[in-house]
C-alpha cells in the first residue's frame, strides 16, 4: 500500500464514527448526538434524544422544541407509579440546565416527543428539529434517525426499551 492510500484508509476510518456522533455548538452549550428511534411504519409517534452539556457559568432552560413534520413536539419525563407502570408527561416550565451541568435526553428518560408525524421517518435520514433555550435562543439542529439497536453501539442505557410510545398511552 503506498503511502497516500494508507493514509486515506485511516482518514477514512476516522471520519467512520463522525457520521453518528455529530454534535453541535450554540450559545455556549454543545448539544450531542441528537436523533431519533426510528418509528415502526405507520406509528404516530416518535422519541428524540440530544445529549446537553453546558460549559457555561450561567444556567439555562430548554423551553420548547418544534419540527415540522409533526403536528405536535413536546418534551417529556417518565415516572414509575407505584404499580410498576412507566407514564410520560410533558414537562411543565421547561426543563433546567445547570451551570456546567448536563442534560440528558436519553432512552428511559427525559425524551422529546413528535406527535402526529406527517411522514415516515426512516432509518438514516436528518430530519430539522429546533430547540429553543431560555438564553441561548433557538437553534435547529438535525436529528438523525436511527433503530434503537444501532443507537446502543453508542452506550445509551436500553432497559426501557419495551416502553411504548403509542398513541393510547398518550390519553
Ligand atoms: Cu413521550
Do not use: C
Not at 456522533?21 to 405507520?42: F, M, N, S, T
Not at 457555561?56 to 413536539?73: H, K, N, P
Not at 415516515?120 to 435562543?137: I, S, Y
Amino acid at each position: 500500500m503506498r503511502p497516500m492510500s494508507l493514509f486515506a484508509f485511516v482518514f477514512a476510518l476516522l471520519l467512520a464514527p463522525a457520521t453518528h456522533a455529530h454534535d453541535y455548538q450554540h450559545g455556549g452549550l454543545d448539544l450531542v448526538h441528537p436523533w431519533i428511534v426510528e418509528p415502526p411504519p405507520g406509528a404516530l409517534t416518535a422519541a428524540g434524544y440530544v445529549a446537553i452539556v453546558n460549559a457555561g457559568e450561567q444556567g439555562d432552560r430548554l423551553l420548547s422544541v418544534e419540527a415540522d413534520f409533526s403536528e405536535r413536539t413536546e418534551v417529556h419525563s417518565v415516572t414509575m407509579t407505584d404499580e410498576g407502570v412507566m407514564q410520560m408527561r410533558p414537562v411543565e416550565g421547561g426543563l433546567e440546565i445547570g451551570a456546567e451541568g448536563e442534560l440528558m435526553l436519553e432512552p428511559g428518560g427525559y425524551h422529546i416527543m413528535f406527535m402526529g408525524l406527517s411522514e415516515q421517518l426512516k432509518e438514516g435520514e436528518h430530519h430539522l428539529v429546533t430547540l429553543n433555550f431560555e438564553k441561548a435562543g433557538a437553534v435547529t439542529l438535525e436529528f438523525v434517525v436511527q433503530r434503537r439497536d444501532s443507537a446502543m453501539n453508542h452506550g445509551g442505557e436500553m432497559e426501557m426499551d419495551s416502553m411504548a410510545h403509542d398513541e393510547e398511552e398518550m390519553q
